[in-house]
């Protein structure tokens, strides 16, 4: 069974621009969920996922993110227009319906570099 | 504020004497803990994890104890392995569905051989 997989792995780009990450979550979970962390520091929340809609979003840090989950498979994360402080790695985690053991399975993380 | 207290952020330990990595919450109505461990460049992994009705569970060389009075919990490895080395994380949640969990910021194991 594929794991979480997640694209680009690594992403340079300078401040002002687009990136778009993407994440592919185990199939069949419902539940997906993006997660930040940042200069080493704990990973943070930023949204989840049930199917395609938005659970909770209280995580974003602001408009410049936008998250979407077409059709409850996939998901993608858009900076627009990425910071110097949106820099960091984008983990993606995903787990079955309902609770279960709580435990996410995660991605191996997009880093963002933001120039 | 944080949640998800970590207050290592580093601990060296030899190989096969016990590992401590302590945890701390400020939320009460924290109800499920779970640890993660990272390798680098690899997403977290899941270790193992415990519910507030619980006071330790064991999993092989892991155990992890949860104190909710003091609302503290620890997760010991015993006996420790190179292997080990990487960083933990802590996890927190409560028991509503869909509630997202809240990390700490790691400690980062170094076991030496």
């Known amino acids: 069974e594929a794991g979480v997989t997640q694209f680009p792995s690594h992403s340079v780009i300078e401040k002002g621009q687009t990136v778009t990450l993407r994440c592919d979550p185990i199939s069949g979970h419902d539940n997906l969920y993006w997660y930040r962390r940042v200069m080493g520091k704990e990973i943070k929340f930023l949204l989840h996922?049930?199917?395609?809609?938005?659970?909770?979003e209280s995580g974003m840090p602001n408009n410049r993110f936008l998250a979407e989950r077409t059709g409850g498979t996939y998901s993608t994360l858009k900076v627009q227009p990425a910071e110097l402080e949106d820099s960091g790695v984008y983990f993606c985690?995903?787990?079955?319906?309902?609770?279960?053991?709580?435990?996410?399975?995660f991605g191996e993380g997009s880093r963002l570099t933001v120039l | 504020d944080q949640q998800v207290k970590q207050n290592s952020p580093s601990l060296s330990v030899q190989e096969g004497r016990i590992s401590i990595l302590n945890c701390d919450y400020t939320?009460?109505?924290?109800?499920?803990f779970l640890w993660y461990k990272k390798y680098p460049a690899e997403g977290p992994t899941f270790l193992i994890s415990i519910s507030s009705i619980k006071d330790k569970n064991e999993d092989g060389r892991f155990t992890v104890f949860l104190n909710k009075s003091a609302k503290h919990l620890s997760l010991h490895i015993v006996p420790s392995q190179p292997g080990d080395s990487a960083v933990y994380f802590c996890a927190a949640s409560t028991h509503n569905y869909g509630q997202n969990f809240v990390f700490g910021p790691g400690t980062r194991l170094s076991v030496l051989p």
């Open positions: 985690a995903s787990s079955h319906s309902g609770r279960g053991t709580g435990e996410l399975f």
């Open positions: 939320n009460s109505m924290f109800d499920y």
């Open positions: 996922f049930v199917k395609e809609s938005k659970q909770d």
